[in-house]
């Protein structure tokens, strides 16, 4: 049976480009936060874009045994209306073990799951997919 999307991903803007990337909505485990940027709004709630490298494990291992990475690409995604946030350890490593996204009232609530370095909650009125950029790193 097929996994079930978060009815949340429906709400964000462009969410598209990622499923069109990856033929889904990933749990971005293993993606790192490589950027983040905060921008104060005159009059009105703040705004925090972040830039997300993720990729896919191959489903198939190679000749050396390696499984390797597929689908790499840099995500931008971002908050705006920012209600409420918790920012923490953001380091020279910011790894995720999962994004989780959930309805917060109006509001949508994301969760930075860490495995190293960025630990974060944001409570956002919306969320955008700015861009999505296919790397070959």
């Known amino acids: 049976m097929a996994e079930v999307e978060n009815p ?7 969410a598209d480009l990622v499923r069109q990337h990856f ?3 990933p749990a971005f485990h293993d993606a790192e936060v490589t950027k983040a940027t905060f921008e104060s709004n005159s009059g009105f709630w703040p705004s925090v874009t972040f830039l997300l490298t993720a990729s896919e494990m191959a ?10 990475l597929t689908k790499r690409c840099d995500i931008e995604l971002q908050f705006t209306g920012v209600q409420e946030i918790a920012f923490h350890d953001f380091s020279h490593q910011n790894v995720l073990l999962s994004l989780m ?6 509001n949508i609530k994301c969760t930075f799951g860490s495995s190293t370095g ?3 909650i944001i409570v956002a009125e919306q969320v955008t997919v700015l861009s999505l950029t296919s790397t070959k790193r």
């Open 23 to 25: 033929g889904y909505w």
């Open 8 to 14: 949340v991903i429906s709400r964000i803007i462009n």
């Open 118 to 120: 960025l630990d974060a």
């Open 101 to 106: 996204l959930e309805e917060d009232g109006r």
């Open 59 to 68: 489903k198939k291992v190679d000749e050396t045994g390696y499984r390797g």
